[in-house]
Each structure stands twice: as C-alpha cells, then as structure tokens.
C-alpha cells in the first residue's frame, strides 16, 4: 500500500517539476512514506529522522517531509523535531506542491486532513518498481472494520472505493506498456463498492468486486490479475466464481485469520468464528482446487493463553498455509484494544509463541512446495535468481517463487517449468521444451 502511495507522490511532485534522484545524498527534498501498524514500523521512522538530521548539517537547504500514517498520528510530535519541514497524512498528496511552494523562508507546513473521497482516482502513479512487469493498482483507501487492535481506520480513515472506470484505465495502460500482472489493493478488497449514483459514474449498475475482478480479467488473458487483501467475513462465493471462469486471475488468496481462537477472535472484532473461516477455505478448496492460501498471524494478543496459541497452531495446520506474514501484537495507542484490554502475554511469552507459529509454517511451506514437486508450473518472470544471472526467477499463478535456467528467456515472458527441487521458500525447475 505504501509503495502504491509512494508511486502517486511521485507523480503528484514530477507535474510539479520535481524529479527522482538515485542517492539520498544529491537529494534536495527527502519525503518519508511511513507506517503505524506496529510500534517498531514507527521506531525505525525516529532513527531515519536521526540520520535525516546528520544530513540537514551537510546540507543546506535540505527539505524533510514525513507522510503517511505516522504523519497523521504523531504529527504534533514530528512537527517538534527541527530536522521536519513538512507533515502529510495520507489523504493530503496532492497538497504537496503547495505546501513545498510555501515554506521558503516561513513557517513549517502540515496537512493531515483526512477526506471522505479522496482515492487519488485521476492520478497515473509513476511506478518505482522498474521490473516493468507487476504493478499495484489501488483500489480503494481506508478501512470500517475497526479490528480493535488496529491503527488504520484511524489513521486512513474511512473506507472509499475508486472510480472503477480510472481502475479500468489504469490496468489497461499498464498492460499495453507491457506490464503482465497487476495487484488490486485495499485494506478489505471484498468490500469494495461503487454506487451508480456516484457522481461522473459512467456505469449504469453498482460495481462489486467481483464485477470489477472481472472487469479487469477481460482486459487480456495475458494479463494476470491477483488481489489483496481479503477480509475472510466479505469473501464471497461470487469472488470464486468469477475466478474459476478467468485463468488469468491467479489462484492464490490472502485470507487473514489472525487468530485460530473463537474467543481471541471476538476481542479482536474480526466478525468470524473458526469454525466460519474453515468452511470459507473449504469453499475456496472445492471451487478452486490448485490455490493456494495465505495468511496474517498474530501472536501474544491481549488475553490469549496457551490454548488460544494452540488453536492458532492447529488453524494453521488445517488450512495448511504456504506463507504467512506472522507479527508478535503490538498495542497501539487510541485503538480499541488499547482502551479496554490489558496487553497482559509477557514479552518473553509472546516471542516464543511467534517462533513456534514461524517454525510451523517453515514446516507447511515445505510440505507445500514438496506437493509440487513433479508438477508443470506457469511462471512469470520479474528477473534474475539472487545467486545467478543464468537464473530467472519470476511467480506462479499460485504465487510461489520458481527459479529455473534462463536460457533464451527473459524478463516478462510466461514460461512452462517442471518443478525439480524445492526448499520451503523457493521451488526450482526445468524449462518444459
Ligand atoms: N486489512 C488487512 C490487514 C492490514 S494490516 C486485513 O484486515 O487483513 C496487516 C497485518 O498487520 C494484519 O493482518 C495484522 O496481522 C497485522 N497487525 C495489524 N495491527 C497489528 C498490531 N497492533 N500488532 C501486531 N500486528 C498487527
Ligand atoms: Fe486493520 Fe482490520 Fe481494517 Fe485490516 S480490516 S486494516 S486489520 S481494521
């Protein structure tokens, strides 16, 4: 979502005259995009705004800006340091030109309004990632859900969707500059919903994401579609249908489940039960039988005892994960968690159970690429391996991370691999002649 974000700041600064520097160290503005969903996203924040002040010396005339989440949250704090010229919440991008314009000579520019329409819709993000391959595409901004651990709905306020004909363009533009895949992103994707009466609507009918999905899959089949993120309670059938009648939307779903405890579950305000969220996953496996599920875990939340950790485990273990992003909980401040709940798991506590989820899921990887061993695989490449240059590497459809020998192939292209050998991060493979 931040690169996303970043890519639109750099359109918003480059139609303003500004340009991209490659080093730090010849840049005139410095514009941090920061994060606030867990205390040591922001701790890394204060030590830039450390090193930021080592350069202010050497340089004169050096600008810093802090956006972002922890613009809106702290910015009273942030406006404190001297080495801070400039604060920017998320929703206040396109204000940056002026807000650079007015601080020669005076005082230090803030914007932190939070808007209820704001999506940047009409902005063509510059991309930053030049594999020229695989590109996010915003599709909404915000979050309702109020998770009560988390800090978003308070920093990005309300949930929004983006004009679904800018989305459209988006998508198709990139893909006739020669991208292949695109990610669609949003905190809760599912929820996503245009109303026809929305103004300059030029549909007829409201747009759900599933329609939008498919909207985006009609583009090409050579197009590779895949989304993030999905709230397990908004996942419906009509996602899965759609996805079965598009083999360009990839078979892989980020499904959430934070918890595998019913009653870790209700304090975190997350609208699902266990059971629930399995029989989700039981849908997804029926429907599309080669996709692949991936997860958010959190260890260590308020009240959680040893036997919540185990159902964690053993979620784990049924749904049979092939990644996860795994986080120790992490109190934010003003959140509902916050207010009500002790944050009582130990430290020590919380970090052995995040190793034991981590060690699971190494195991559930393996297992997971051990399955495809054997198995012919679609690839598309972003580049070259880590270790060679007669290595690419690119995804597949599943969104696994295949390396195999180049040969005459190249970035970009799609490639049929025999799957050889896997660790429980990568599989390697064999071009199919
Ligand atoms: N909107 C997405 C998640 C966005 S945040 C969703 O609901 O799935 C990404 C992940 O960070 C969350 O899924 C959660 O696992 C983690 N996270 C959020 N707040 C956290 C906190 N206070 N402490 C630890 N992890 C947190
Ligand atoms: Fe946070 Fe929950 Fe919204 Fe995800 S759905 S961004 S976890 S409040």
Same mark, same amino acid.
């Given at each position: 979502?931040?690169?996303?974000?970043?890519?639109?700041?750099?359109?918003?600064?480059?139609?303003?005259?500004?340009?991209?520097?490659?080093?730090?160290?010849?840049?005139?503005?410095?514009?941090?995009?920061?994060?606030?969903?867990?205390?040591?996203?922001?701790?890394?924040?204060?030590?830039?705004?450390?090193?930021?002040?080592?350069?202010?010396?050497? @340089? %004169?005339?050096?600008?810093?800006?802090?956006?972002?989440? *922890?613009?809106?949250?702290?910015?009273?704090?942030?406006?404190?340091?001297?080495?801070?010229?400039?604060?920017?919440? =998320?929703?206040?991008?396109?204000?940056?030109? &002026?807000?650079?314009?007015?601080?020669?000579?005076?005082? %230090?520019?803030?914007?932190?309004?939070?808007?209820?329409?704001?999506?940047?819709?009409?902005?063509?993000?510059?991309? *930053?990632?030049?594999?020229?391959?695989?590109?996010?595409?915003?599709?909404?901004?915000?979050?309702?859900?109020?998770?009560?651990?988390?800090?978003?709905?308070?920093?990005?306020?309300?949930?929004?969707?983006?004009?679904?004909?800018?989305?459209?363009?988006?998508?198709?533009?990139?893909? !006739?500059?020669?991208?292949?895949?695109?990610?669609?992103?949003?905190?809760?994707?599912?929820?996503? !919903?245009?109303? #026809?009466?929305?103004?300059?609507?030029?549909?007829?009918?409201?747009?759900?994401?599933?329609?939008?999905?498919?909207?985006?899959?009609?583009?090409? =089949?050579?197009?590779?579609? @895949?989304?993030?993120?999905? &709230?397990?309670?908004?996942?419906?059938?009509?996602?899965?249908?759609? *996805?079965?009648?598009?083999?360009?939307?990839?078979? &892989?779903? &980020?499904?959430?489940?934070?918890?595998?405890?019913?009653?870790?579950?209700?304090?975190?305000?997350?609208?699902?039960?266990?059971?629930?969220?399995?029989?989700?996953?039981?849908?997804?496996?029926?429907?599309?039988?080669?996709?692949?599920?991936?997860?958010?875990?959190? #260890?260590?939340?308020?009240?959680?005892?040893?036997?919540?950790?185990?159902?964690?485990?053993?979620?784990?273990?049924? #749904?049979?994960?092939?990644?996860?992003? *795994?986080?120790?909980?992490?109190?934010?401040?003003?959140?509902?968690?916050?207010?009500?709940?002790?944050?009582?798991?130990?430290?020590?506590?919380?970090?052995?159970?995040?190793?034991?989820?981590?060690?699971?899921? !190494?195991?559930?990887?393996?297992?997971?690429?051990?399955?495809?061993?054997?198995?012919?695989?679609?690839?598309?490449?972003?580049?070259?391996?880590?270790?060679?240059?007669?290595?690419?590497?690119?995804?597949?459809?599943?969104?696994?991370?295949?390396?195999?020998?180049?040969?005459?192939?190249?970035?970009?292209?799609?490639?049929?691999?025999?799957?050889?050998?896997?660790?429980? #991060?990568?599989?390697?493979?064999?071009?199919?002649?």
């Amino acid at each position: 979502m931040n690169v996303s974000d970043s890519e639109v700041v750099l359109s918003v600064l480059q139609q303003a005259g500004y340009s991209l520097c490659s080093k730090i160290t010849e840049a005139s503005l410095i514009l941090v995009n920061t994060c606030s969903i867990r205390d040591n996203a922001e701790q890394k924040i204060w030590s830039r705004i450390d090193y930021f002040k080592s350069l202010k010396k050497r @340089r %004169k005339g050096l600008t810093v800006g802090i956006l972002g989440c *922890m613009a809106e949250r702290l910015k009273e704090r942030l406006l404190e340091q001297s080495v801070v010229d400039i604060v920017a919440g =998320p929703d206040s991008y396109r204000d940056l030109p &002026h807000l650079l314009n007015e601080l020669p000579g005076g005082e %230090k520019q803030i914007n932190t309004i939070l808007s209820l329409e704001e999506t940047y819709a009409d902005i063509s993000p510059v991309r *930053m990632d030049k594999n020229g391959v695989s590109a996010f595409i915003s599709i909404m901004r915000g979050c309702n859900n109020f998770c009560s651990y988390c800090v978003v709905p308070y920093v990005r306020g309300r949930e929004r969707s983006r004009n679904p004909q800018s989305i459209l363009n988006e998508a198709k533009e990139l893909f !006739n500059n020669g991208y292949k895949e695109v990610t669609l992103l949003g905190q809760n994707v599912n929820s996503f !919903n245009w109303r #026809a009466t929305d103004q300059q609507s030029s549909f007829k009918e409201d747009i759900s994401f599933s329609k939008l999905l498919e909207m985006v899959a009609q583009i090409s =089949p050579q197009l590779r579609v @895949r989304f993030s993120t999905s &709230h397990p309670k908004d996942m419906d059938d009509s996602v899965l249908t759609t *996805m079965v009648k598009y083999s360009n939307i990839c078979r &892989h779903i &980020h499904l959430p489940v934070q918890s595998g405890s019913d009653s870790v579950l209700k304090r975190m305000n997350r609208k699902y039960t266990r059971k629930e969220y399995l029989l989700r996953l039981e849908k997804i496996k029926k429907m599309l039988p080669d996709c692949t599920i991936s997860t958010d875990i959190i #260890a260590g939340f308020c009240g959680e005892s040893e036997q919540d950790h185990l159902d964690t485990l053993s979620v784990m273990r049924e #749904a049979g994960y092939y990644t996860s992003f *795994m986080f120790q909980y992490s109190q934010r401040p003003d959140t509902t968690a916050a207010q009500q709940l002790a944050d009582d798991v130990p430290p020590r506590v919380k970090n052995s159970r995040l190793n034991e989820i981590i060690a699971l899921q !190494n195991e559930l990887s393996h297992i997971s690429n051990k399955a495809d061993l054997g198995n012919e695989v679609e690839v598309l490449v972003e580049g070259f391996s880590k270790r060679s240059k007669a290595e690419l590497s690119g995804r597949t459809s599943q969104n696994k991370v295949c390396i195999f020998p180049a040969g005459e192939h190249k970035v970009g292209d799609y490639v049929k691999v025999k799957v050889t050998s896997c660790s429980s #991060a990568t599989l390697k493979g064999e071009v199919i002649s």
